[in-house]
């Protein structure tokens, strides 16, 4: 029996641009049965009503609000319990805000800050709303990564390497004119450009399969393509706090387009690609054993769809706790994670600045959030 709509959680989407139109809604279909969109939101009537129109056979009554009266309008909206924020790097954070204090739990997209000076000042903020609300809403972020099957998989697979000896990843991206993504303004005026904005995904996936964190880094960050803002190429070399050393090669936009994350160890290798088998584009995992043997399994991206049903089962539980005891949101969307994403690119950035002189990754720490009492 499908539960009626009064049981499901009701969230707004808002942002109406291409992540939102082409995986988003898509998505959040898949997950229908689970969840109400009860409104979208632009910055313009046309976007709005557009992207809604998308949404109509699963969400048929989706209403599309636009500007700061629409973004009101959702605030004080009280059926509302959750937000999904796709919006410019700019300005995720000063909205998750506005949302996180109208009591909102709220999912925004990566990366989570423009920069970790940001990230802190809001992370204090956020954890000072407990004063002001009966309860913590969730600021989850949405990096699908941590939820990909592949790299969840792998990390099971990580102990059997033996020792950890190296680390490569190496990202040949395909970021040029044909790429819908191309064009974005936001990402033109944006320190760091696509170098952030892509590399956090990447950070994401090496500090996953690592289990450890990144302590130090040096880099080198270079222009290329002209078409692209700067930096497009980054080469880093880095140090996790466990002793093992890496490297990190980056190139927005290549010939050859190529992903790759492989952790060299005493007894082994593990090796995540990125790929296509039967049509479908995923990830191939390759776990090479000391006996020379190889096992091969291909993972299908599904990361957009798991994270987003994490938070949904999220906001669920909070709601039924909220005013007794604080429910543990899902750590891997956690907003420090993701912070942390950024430190160690911000870091490589740095360094870079300085001919690439070895930088400390600064450290993001969760602190207090668990310890408040509601
Ligand atoms: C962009 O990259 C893709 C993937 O490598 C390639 O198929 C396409 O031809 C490239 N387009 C341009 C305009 O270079
Ligand atoms: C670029 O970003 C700055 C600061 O975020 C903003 O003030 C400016 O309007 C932006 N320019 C464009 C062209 O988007």
Redo the contacts with the bound molecule.
């Keep these: 029996m499908v539960a009626s709509d009064g049981d499901l959680p009701n969230i707004a989407i808002i942002g109406a641009g291409i992540f939102v139109r082409s995986q988003y809604i898509p998505r959040l279909r898949e997950i229908s049965d689970s969840l109400v969109v009860k409104a979208i939101w632009s910055r313009t009537e046309e976007a709005a009503k557009a992207a809604a129109e998308l949404a109509y056979d699963f969400s048929p009554n989706i209403e599309y609000k636009w500007g700061d009266a629409g973004l009101d309008e959702i605030i004080r909206d009280d059926k509302i319990q959750a937000v999904s924020i796709v919006l410019a790097a700019q300005v995720q954070v000063d909205i998750s805000f506005k949302m996180l204090k109208a009591g909102k739990h709220v999912i925004q997209e990566k990366p989570a800050c423009e920069s970790t000076i940001e990230a802190e000042t809001a992370f204090l903020c956020y954890n000072s709303l407990c004063n002001h609300l009966p309860y913590q809403p969730i600021w989850a972020v949405a990096e699908n990564y941590r939820f990909e099957p592949a790299f969840y998989e792998s990390k099971k697979l990580i102990n059997d390497i033996g020792d950890m000896m190296n680390i490569q990843v190496i990202v040949e991206g ?1 970021m ?4 819908p993504y191309f064009s974005s303004s936001w990402r033109r005026n944006f320190t760091g450009g696509f170098i952030l904005d892509m590399g956090v995904h990447f950070i994401a996936g090496l500090r996953m399969l690592a289990g450890c964190e990144i302590a130090t880094v040096s880099a080198i960050g270079r222009h290329i393509d002209t078409n692209l803002p700067p930096p497009d190429n980054l080469c880093s070399l880095f140090q996790l706090e466990n002793g093992c050393a890496g490297v990190f090669v980056l190139a927005v ?5 190529k992903v790759y994350w492989r952790v060299d160890g005493s007894k082994g290798t593990l090796q995540i690609e990125r790929g296509v088998e039967n049509g479908m584009r995923g990830y191939t995992v390759l776990f090479y054993t000391a006996d020379g043997t190889c096992q091969k399994t291909f993972y299908p991206f599904s990361g957009v769809n798991e994270e987003l049903k994490s938070f949904i089962h999220d906001i669920k539980q909070a709601s039924k706790k909220e005013l007794s005891s604080k429910h543990q949101a899902e750590p891997r969307s956690s907003y420090v994670e993701a912070a942390r994403d950024v430190a160690v690119l911000e870091a490589m950035l740095e360094s870079s600045t300085k001919n690439g002189a070895k930088v400390q990754v600064k450290k993001f720490q969760a602190n207090s959030v668990e310890n408040l009492s509601p």
């Design positions: 395909s040029n004119s044909s790429n936009s290549s010939m050859s387009p």
